[in-house]
Structure formats: structure tokens, C-alpha cells
């Protein structure tokens, strides 16, 4: 999890924005963040090869939003319609009801959020609002999942920006990324370190977790950015979590944990979840099928 915005605000003041965690305040008095679905292991994911462009995509914040505590990002997936409802996708802890307890899984609840929409520079230029919490879960994964009252087509003719492409496909060991957190207003370069089987922190468990490189000091209030491949331009995780104090799995001290086991605990390195699992979980009109082939996001 992350500390909460205020004890965030306060290590900025007192280290110059050092190592303090990544994930953002919660509505409750809890104060933790999570991470990503299961997937393939870390030994293949960090033997794994694909064809990668040669191109370099220019990254900013574009598509990104702010939330009350946390960062986000619009997002669609490769069959996504123009004329779909847009959605938004953040971490499970940032849902303004507070988080979901270890094995729920919310489904369909109401909500009228905002969300601030920004354009390249990262100025905001539009208000969008939600009409539905899809998915949000900190099981597994550290996901929430918005239903917008937009389309992608309505956002880009009023607002000129387009959404962010979910990837379908595991990210890749030494990838160079950005994190963009529209909160902040910031992007943090680094790269993909290597996957944890399980990262565990205080109550919740998460599979196949991103570790990045150190240069991703993640903070407060960065919770929920989308986490950018930089050779694709699309969204491989989004993130959720970092070690402050060098403690062994509790709340803001997520440890790693392999599959025979053993601890390791990495203070000042921040995580992510992945989200290359959740586009089979949706369908025709962006509408969630948590019973479609392929689909391994946890169920209700």
C-alpha cells in the first residue's frame, strides 16, 4: 500500500521528494495499496522475448486523469469500439468507498466520481464524470475499473485526447517505462527489474507483481498511474505500492515472496500490477464478462 497524501506531503517536505512511497490516501483510515493478476511466471516472463518497434513513443500525459488521491488513466482495450462508454482505470484502494477487504470483488456498484482530465502538457482540461465502478478488487490485483458517462469518440472531439491501449500481452523483463501520475503531474523513468511471484503486504496478497528499477521513486499519490511501455506507447501495469521502512510485509512494506516461500524485503523499491489479464474480461461494448474464455481476473 501507500502511505496517505498528508504523511506523503510531509516526507516531500522533509527529504526533497526522496524515496517516500508510491500509492495515494485511502477513504478509510487504513492506509495501504496493491497490485497486479496472476500470469506467467518470473523465470519465463524474464526469459520471455517478443517483437518489440524500433520507434520510441513519445509519452506524456495525455489520457491521464486525477482523482481526489490518486492518479489514473482512460483506458481501452484492442477491441474497443469508439462509440463504447470510456473507462477509467485506477488502483483498488483508491475506490472512494475504501478498500475491498481480501477476496471481495465489487461488481456494477454506482458512483459519480471525477476525474480531471489532462491534456499533454498535463494541464486540466476537462471534468469526466463516472456512472459506475465495472471492476475494483485488491485480490490478486490492485485494480478499479470506472464506467465514464463519455464515449472515446465524445472525449476526442471535444477534448482532442485519445485513450490509452491496455496491452494484452505479459510485459517483458529490462523494458524501459514511465510512470505517469496525473496527480502529481509527473513521470518517473525507469525500467522493468523483474515480476514477484507473490507480493504481500499486511492483509492482501498480489501474483505477478512488476518490480521496477530504483529510479521509479514512486510517492504518495501516485497510486492508480498508468505504467507506460515506452517502445509501444501502451499501458503494462498500473501502480500500486512501494517498501518505505524497510519492514517485512506489513501496510506501506510490501515483501516478495517466491514460489518456494523465502522473504526478501527491498526498502525504497516500488511495484506495480499488471494488467495484460483484464481485456479478455471484456467484451462487445466495454461491458465486463467475468466469465469469458481467457478471462482470470477473480470473480465475486
Known amino acids: 500500500m501507500r502511505k496517505p497524501l498528508a504523511a506523503a ?19 478509510t483510515a487504513r492506509t495501504a495499496t496493491v497490485k497486479a493478476a496472476p500470469a506467467a511466471t518470473a523465470a519465463a516472463a524474464g526469459t520471455a522475448t517478443k517483437d518489440r518497434t ?11 486523469v486525477s482523482l481526489s488521491n490518486c492518479s489514473g488513466s482512460v483506458i481501452r482495450f484492442p477491441n474497443s469500439a469508439d462509440s463504447d462508454p470510456a473507462l477509467v482505470l485506477t488502483n483498488g484502494h483508491c475506490l472512494e468507498t475504501g478498500f475491498p477487504e481480501p477476496g471481495e470483488v465489487i461488481t456494477g456498484q454506482s458512483s459519480s466520481r471525477s476525474f480531471g482530465l489532462l491534456n499533454s502538457s498535463g494541464s486540466r482540461i476537462a471534468t469526466l464524470r463516472a456512472n459506475q465502478v465495472v471492476y475494483s478488487t485488491m485480490t490478486d490485483t490492485d485494480v478499479t475499473i470506472y464506467r465514464l458517462t463519455t464515449t472515446y469518440a465524445q472525449i476526442k472531439s471535444s ?4 485513450a ?33 511471484y507473490r507480493l504481500k503486504e499486511g492483509d492482501w496478497t498480489w501474483k505477478d507483481s512488476v518490480r521496477y528499477t530504483s529510479a521509479c521513486n514512486t510517492i ?13 506507447g501502451k499501458v503494462v501495469a498500473v501502480n500500486n505500492t512501494g517498501n518505505e521502512d ?32 483484464i481485456p479478455a474480461c471484456f467484451g462487445t461494448g466495454n461491458k465486463l464478462n467475468l466469465n469469458a474464455s481467457g478471462c482470470v481476473l477473480p470473480k465475486p
Open 9 to 27: 506531503l510531509l516526507a516531500l517536505a522533509m527529504a526533497g521528494a526522496g524515496a517516500a512511497p508510491a500509492v495515494a490516501a485511502s477513504a
Open 54 to 64: 524500433a520507434t520510441i513513443q513519445a509519452v506524456d500525459f495525455a489520457g491521464t
Open 159 to 162: 477534448y482532442g485526447i485519445s
Open 164 to 196: 490509452l491501449t491496455v496491452s494484452d500481452t505479459h510485459p517483458v523483463a529490462a523494458t524501459a517505462i514511465k510512470v505517469v501520475s496525473g496527480y502529481w503531474k509527473r513521470i518517473y523513468t525507469c525500467s522493468i527489474d523483474g515480476f514477484v
Open 220 to 232: 504518495g499519490g501516485t497510486s492508480g498511474s498508468p505504467v507506460i511501455d515506452n517502445a509501444t
Open 246 to 277: 524497510g519492514e517485512r510485509c506489513t501496510e506501506n512494506n510490501p515483501c516478495e515472496v517466491d514460489a518456494s516461500g523465502n522473504v526478501t524485503v527491498r526498502q525504497g523499491i516500488n511495484y506495480a500490477e499488471e494488467t495484460y489479464q
